[in-house]
C-alpha cells in the first residue's frame, strides 16, 4: 500500500496578500493522522467508526497508518 504522502500530495492555495502568488501546501489526511495520534483512545475510536459507514478505505488507511506509531 502507498503510504500516507503519496495517498494524499495535498491541495495548494494561493496567498491573495500581496502581488506574489504565495503556493501554502495541504495534506488533510496527514493533518488527521497526526490529530488521531494525539487524540483520547475512546475518541479516536469513535470518530474511525463514524468515518468507516462514510469511508470505509479511508478509514481502513488511517488504521494501518496509526498502527506504525
Same mark, same amino acid.
Given at each position: 500500500?502507498a *503510504?500516507?504522502k503519496?495517498?494524499n500530495?495535498g %491541495? *495548494?492555495?494561493?496567498?491573495?496578500k500581496?502581488?506574489? !502568488? !504565495?503556493?501554502? %501546501?495541504i495534506?488533510g489526511?496527514?493533518?488527521?493522522l !497526526?490529530? $488521531?495520534r494525539i487524540? #483520547?483512545?475512546?475518541?479516536r475510536?469513535?470518530? $474511525?467508526r463514524? @468515518?468507516?459507514?462514510r #469511508? %470505509? %478505505? $479511508?478509514?481502513?488507511s @488511517?488504521?494501518? #497508518?496509526l498502527?506504525? $506509531?
Amino acid at each position: 500500500m502507498a *503510504s500516507s504522502k503519496d495517498r494524499n500530495p495535498g %491541495a *495548494s492555495i494561493n496567498n491573495e496578500k500581496g502581488s506574489s !502568488e !504565495e503556493q501554502i %501546501a495541504i495534506n488533510g489526511f496527514n493533518q488527521v493522522l !497526526e490529530m $488521531l495520534r494525539i487524540a #483520547d483512545p475512546a475518541f479516536r475510536e469513535s470518530l $474511525l467508526r463514524r @468515518l468507516a459507514q462514510r #469511508d %470505509a %478505505a $479511508l478509514a481502513r488507511s @488511517l488504521r494501518e #497508518d496509526l498502527k506504525q $506509531l
